[in-house]
Structures are given as C-alpha cells and as structure tokens.
C-alpha cells in the first residue's frame, strides 16, 4: 500500500555534503513518522534521524549538528541534508514511513531499498 522511492546515495570525500530523499506513495494512508537508518558492513541498523507528524526530530548522536532531517507533508517526502561527512558515515541508507493504513487502521512500518553513502578520500 506503501512504496518508498529513494534518491541521493553516492560517493563524496570526508568533509563533503550529500542530500538524501525518499518520497512515498500508494493510496489510503497517513504518514506518522518519517525518517533514515543506516547499516554499515557487519555492523546492526541504527536510526540516523527521525522526523514526526508535529515535526518534532531525533538524531543519532554521532550525526548532531551535522545532518537536518526535513519533511514535506503535503508531499510525503523526507530529506536528509548531510554535512561534514565523515568516513564512518558510510553505509546503506534506508528511508523509513510509519504510516496509518486506512484499510484496516493499523499503523505499519515500511523501508525503502536502500542507497548507498560512501565517504572516502
């Protein structure tokens, strides 16, 4: 019911900026939460930031003061700026909704397939 599209994954240099979005589409939901993980090799996903319907956000604490995570209601977008990237940034980035479906108003969790953020010199 939910189809996440992402865009933005690419290869920049330590201190460089990147801008990741996602925008969802289908029928019959309502978007709650918004936001991206990230999963390095061998290593567990972990949230980088998350943005709610009242617009309130977390951040993971290693990416504080660098990356601004922004919706667009209206369009069921979310952005993720990056800046100062570091080499430990690197990752698969996945987009993540959480969205009430009004076929049977329950809330699920969709991801989106992945774009892939490498930081190296």
């Known amino acids: 019911q939910v189809q996440l599209v992402e865009s933005g994954g690419d290869l920049v240099q330590p201190g460089g900026s990147l801008r990741l979005s996602c925008a969802a589409s289908?029928?019959?939901?309502?978007?709650?939460?918004m936001g991206w993980y990230r999963q390095a090799p061998g290593k567990e996903r972990e949230l980088v930031a998350i943005?709610?319907?009242?617009?309130?956000?977390r951040y993971a604490d290693s990416v504080k003061g660098r990356f601004t995570i922004s919706r667009d209601n209206a369009k069921n977008t979310v952005t993720l700026r990056m800046n100062g990237l570091k080499p430990e940034d690197t990752a698969v980035y996945y987009c993540y909704v959480n969205a009430l479906i009004s076929l049977d108003w329950v809330y699920r969790s969709y991801w989106g397939q992945g774009t892939q953020v490498t930081v190296s010199s």
């Open positions: 943005i709610f319907s009242g617009g309130s956000t």
């Open positions: 289908g029928s019959g939901f309502s978007v709650k939460s």
